[in-house]
């Protein structure tokens, strides 16, 4: 099974940018429950779950919450249909990105082979967990009004989790790792 490493925005900035979420969901009436906002950092297969959170701990202890810039959205094609905010991927959060994927790497887990054509976003909407397909036409239509938008933003990200491939909050949530304080 795979599971993702994501990075999780702070309470105030999640509210903001749900909003733009809630908006699409409600246009095109894709979800009956919004999936969590978040950046995924990392994608790894079948880990051994008590060597990786220790791994883990051990790789996020120096790290502070940081913040990250939201630059304009980004839309990847059908079959994905998905419409995204775009992260600029620079500074902190690629550091601690490469710092995740060389130290799993070294510890023998499978984990992406290059994260450099990796394109670092936060989803708002796409097939995943969706009540319906949305069309092509629609598709096209979300991606770019949030283009024309120009939607820029700071966003603070306050923790990282370790989630399993599903869409109920409850469970998704295998591990969570906060960030130390400024």
């Not at 598709?139 to 599903?166: F, G, H, Q």
Request: proline share 4%; charged share 30%; net charge positive.
């Amino acid at each position: 099974m795979k599971y993702y490493l994501v990075a999780l925005l702070n309470k105030d900035d999640y509210i903001r940018i749900e909003k733009i979420q809630r908006s699409i969901s409600r246009k095109y009436k894709i979800y009956k429950r919004l999936p969590m906002l978040h950046i995924t950092l990392e994608v790894l297969e079948d880990p051994d779950m008590d060597k990786l959170e220790k791994v883990i701990k051990k790789i996020l202890s120096p790290y502070k919450k940081f913040k990250v810039e939201i630059n304009g959205a980004i839309c990847f094609e059908p079959p994905y249909k998905s419409v995204n905010l775009n992260v600029t991927n620079q500074g902190y959060i690629k550091r601690i990105i490469r710092n995740i994927n060389d130290t799993l790497k070294l510890h023998g887990f499978r984990v992406r082979h290059n994260i450099d054509k990796w394109d670092l976003h936060m989803s708002l909407a796409n097939t995943n967990y969706a009540t319906r397909n949305w069309s092509n036409k629609e598709y096209v239509t979300a991606c770019s009004n949030l283009k024309k938008d120009r939607v820029y933003d700071m966003v603070k990200i306050d923790k990282i989790e370790l989630w399993k491939p599903i869409n109920n909050k409850r469970e998704m949530v295998v591990k969570s790792f906060p960030l130390r304080e400024y």
